[in-house]
């Protein structure tokens, strides 16, 4: 099993309305992917929303993958998610910062995809009638890995056009294209992705064996698959989840217990309608409730309730190592926690040091990213010509190309 943090500009409260606020809470969500990178850590994904007061300001995260990337060696850094509907993000560009980031991040990008959640979301790109969505992925999805591949690129669809013949630059960074990954809301999608041979991105707002079935059909499917959607399969099934794991027992369950009455989850509540609310469904401006309200009586037996039930991870390294063995029962291949949850800033880089160093490598024995391993198979799939090409006869080239004619 792998491990990664999730990273989304969450910034509560009146922070998210002064920018110097808003700038302090962006470098550090950059800083724990970058202490990340030192401690074990295989991803960082990000988050890419838009007009989500205080829920969201990462609005671009390419720009903050490009940062990180300068500053880190080993840590893959992937989108959660690229929305593909043409009215956010035209494929051809899609298909540029994709492969731009492949650069930048010398193969160190994957690209995570996914329709879009929530009615306010979308509306900022006069998106109001959400069931085009779907058809708009697929069509994107198919034809991005033609883009990296074709030199003179076209296409007739229903949701866009190429209409002349372009080579879509720059292409991937040497063998194969960024791992592909598809967010999974609902059980069909899970099998969907198996058949096209991309990983399964899981949010996981119920117990955790009920995704049991879902990761079975996928896995199903994705034995089953013989024609990969790109030039090699990502057999994955990537779970978000909550961690507070510290040597400090008793503030780790501190900290969980007060991230139950959750400023975040009444966010999630009212932004991403078009998923499950949470089990106490307050919608942000309610007032979140007391811990003493969810909890009852006795909030330590409360929380071992939902420990048990893998609705978050909490405890020692030790503890926390015995949590985890659940998750690799379902067949769960990474685990992501979002961040910063509910800890101060340098608990954060304290709980990034302590997992990485005394539970990652209880798990993680195999030092090369499971995408890298899955790219080093990938085989081109299409004609790099589609049209005849013209006779071009040049004498010489500029001093600087840096290969030769011929």
Known sequence: MEFGIFLNGYIPGPAAHDTASEHTAL??????????????????????????????????PEVMMGYIAAKTDRIHLSSGINNLSPRVNHPVRNAERAAMLDHVTNNRYEWGTGRGAGSHEVATFNIMDTSSTKSEWEEA????????????????????????????????????????????GNPPTFARAGELGIGAIAFNFEPIFNLRGRIDSYKNAIANCTEPLGQ????????????????????????????????????????????????????????????????????????????????????TPDEVSEQITKYQTVGCDQLVFGLPSAME??????????????????????????????????KAKYNKFNFPVPEINIARLPANALLPLG
């Open 232 to 315: 090699y399969m990502n057999n994955n099934v990537m779970m978000t989840n909550a961690v507070i794991c510290l040597n400090d027992r008793k503030r780790a369950r501190e900290l969980a217990l007060d991230g139950l009455a959750s400023y975040l989850v009444t966010m999630v509540n009212m932004y991403h309608d078009t998923m499950p609310q949470s089990m106490d469904a307050i919608v942000w401006p309610s007032p979140g409730i007391m811990v003493r309200e969810i909890a009852g009586s006795d909030p330590e037996a409360f929380l071992d309730t939902l420990i048990e039930g893998g609705y978050m991870l909490c405890g």
């Open 141 to 184: 999805i198919h034809e991005i890995p033609r883009m990296w591949e074709q030199l003179d690129y076209t296409f007739e669809g229903k949701h866009f056009t190429v209409p002349t013949p372009h080579n879509i630059l720059p292409k991937p960074n040497g063998k194969g294209h960024p791992p592909i990954w598809v967010a999974c």
């Open 27 to 60: 470098m550090r969500e950059a800083s724990y992917a970058i202490h990340a990178d030192k401690f074990n850590w295989k991803y960082a994904w990000f988050g890419e929303h838009h007009g989500l007061a205080e829920y969201s300001h990462m609005s671009a």
């Open 345 to 378: 800033h340098d608990e954060v880089l304290e709980m990034l040091e302590v997992f990485g160093t005394l539970v990652i490598p209880e798990f993680d024995k195999d030092p090369v990213h499971s995408t890298t391993r899955y790219r080093q198979t990938a």
